[in-house]
């Protein structure tokens, strides 16, 4: 089963800076699109970043000029760098594919902003 897994949440105070990771249980050169999602208590799962095999970034507006998602195919691993963040990105980040599979969901990385 394809699983992938986050890392590299926490606390910070508003304006801080977290980087997530995200790898996996198989070679992810083999998907063209990843994607990094959150989810915030109450609402539904949304796509934050997606970053292409050759590393072409697309952002939601909301994170636009605050996070960077950067993709390492050589040891397997993609990135989601959160600058500046703000109460309102809390949440439990997740990697999947975009679109996403249903059944690779990790646990995700609870991301909380507060002062």
């Known amino acids: 089963q394809v699983q992938f897994v986050e890392s590299g949440g926490g606390s910070v105070q508003p304006g801080g800076s977290l980087k997530l990771s995200c790898t996996a249980s198989?070679?992810?050169?083999?998907?063209?699109?990843m994607g990094w999602y959150r989810q915030a208590p109450g609402s539904q799962r949304e796509l934050v970043a997606s970053?292409?095999?050759?590393?072409?970034?697309n952002y939601q507006d909301d994170v636009k000029g605050r996070f960077i998602i950067t993709r390492d195919n050589t040891n397997n691993l993609v990135y989601l760098r959160m600058n500046n963040l703000k109460p309102e990105d809390t949440a439990v980040y997740y990697c999947?594919?975009?679109?996403?599979?249903?059944?690779?969901w990790g646990q995700g990385t609870q991301v909380t902003v507060s002062s």
């Open positions: 970053i292409s095999r050759g590393s072409l970034p």
């Open positions: 198989f070679n992810m050169f083999t998907i063209h699109l």
């Open positions: 999947n594919e975009d679109p996403p599979r249903d059944d690779s």
